[in-house]
């Protein structure tokens, strides 16, 4: 092989890359805070007392988790738009990632919860504490508190899902490559400087998760037990 790297090429588009990096942050960071909300909000209708809502939920769950995401994009997208609902393309990506990593986050929550000793719940009633209280202090912190590396690597897999929504010409980091590759015809050079990039963020995002974790869960931090 006979391949010249020419990285100079692409300096020129060094700001489109930074404007790609830019909006795969905020997709991610939008699309996890309004997934956290849906996946808690999933977990515990999941655990319910009308059969009703458990269905609706769990109908909801099993389809995402059991269909791809460039089909629920695409769905969104393309299938929503010939009914006659048109959205940005930063809406719909967004949109479907929150849908996407809500399911996931409920799953991951719920398994949390389902960890919660009833001794715990029993405790709690017998002192007085509301139901809100109940499952604030006693099952959704702790649940939260031991599933937490899971969410975020599901938080950081979705970032890396971003560059699915390049098909819909989403113009995140994925998105802008491919355009960049287009006019330098340097595949190869704009594809490994969009990995380390992608490294990059998710560096920082775990930086980020790990910063939250120090100040919401006091507990872990004082005993010294790994976030």
Do not use: K
């Amino acid at each position: 092989m006979n391949y010249q790297f020419d990285f100079e090429a692409l300096l020129p588009y060094w700001q489109s890359f930074l404007q790609g990096a830019t909006t795969t942050i905020q997709m991610t960071v939008v699309a996890v805070a309004i997934g956290l909300v849906i996946g808690v909000l999933c977990a515990i209708a999941r655990r319910s007392a009308y059969p009703w809502l458990r269905l609706i939920v769990g109908i909801y769950i099993e389809i995402v988790r059991n269909t791809p995401f460039i089909v629920q994009i695409f769905f969104i997208f393309f299938g929503l738009s010939s009914m006659g609902i048109t959205m940005p393309v930063f809406f719909a990506s967004v949109f479907a990632m929150v849908i996407n990593v809500g399911a996931y986050t409920a799953e991951i929550v719920r398994a949390g919860m389902e960890a919660v000793h009833p001794s715990q719940i029993e405790a709690a009633e017998a002192l007085g504490l509301s139901r809100f209280q109940i499952y604030r202090d006693i099952i959704l912190m702790p649940s939260i508190e031991r599933v937490y590396p899971a969410l975020t690597s599901q938080f950081i897999l979705m970032m890396l899902s971003t560059s699915i929504t390049s098909q819909i010409s989403a113009e995140e980091l994925t998105g802008v490559a491919n355009n960049i590759q287009s006019y330098t015809f340097r595949s190869f050079e704009t594809y490994i400087v969009i990995a380390l990039i992608y490294l990059a963020i998710t560096y920082l995002l775990r930086a980020g998760f790990h910063a939250i974790a120090l100040a919401i869960f006091p507990r872990r931090r004082r005993l010294g037990t790994p976030l």
